[in-house]
């Protein structure tokens, strides 16, 4: 299971940093079920503050499906590794936590200095065919 798990760890960490599209929606289907979801559990400090202000609680930040994923992914590379400045990296080997559930760290490096500038840590749920069902993302989480 541990060599599965790191073959997903690091196709999962590429994805993020994929400049074509359609490989990049490729990707993505081949990762996640059809039904699949990612969570993002610790949304930015900004919308924490903005969902205080209005005295609701702090949303989790949810994409659910291909479409969604592929929006999500997309938007992730154009704000951070498109620009050329930061690259996603796997930050050490996977935890196999369940049977079918692995837990994913990894880093944004700065690629002119390659400091770690960022990080977290993605716990997937696999389905039956060994595509992630569930993401929960936690940013921060080193």
């Known amino acids: 299971m541990l060599h599965m798990s790191k073959e997903l760890a690091d196709r ?69 590794v498109e620009p050329g400045e930061h690259v996603f990296e796997a930050a050490g080997e996977p935890s196999v936590l369940l049977s079918n559930v692995i837990a994913i760290r990894w880093s944004m490096v700065s690629t002119a200095t390659r400091e770690v500038v960022g990080g977290g840590l993605d716990v997937v749920a696999l389905d039956g065919e060994g595509r992630i069902r569930t993401d929960h993302q936690f940013i921060g989480a080193s």
């Open 12 to 80: 999962y960490v590429a994805l993020w940093n994929e400049p074509d599209p359609a490989t990049r929606s490729a990707l993505i289907r081949e990762l996640w079920a059809p039904d699949g979801n990612q969570v993002l559990v610790d949304p930015p400090e900004e919308i924490r503050a903005a969902a205080a202000a209005i005295a609701f609680p702090v949303p989790p930040l949810e994409v659910h499906g291909y479409d969604a994923l592929e929006a999500r992914v997309t938007r992730a590379y154009e704000m951070f």
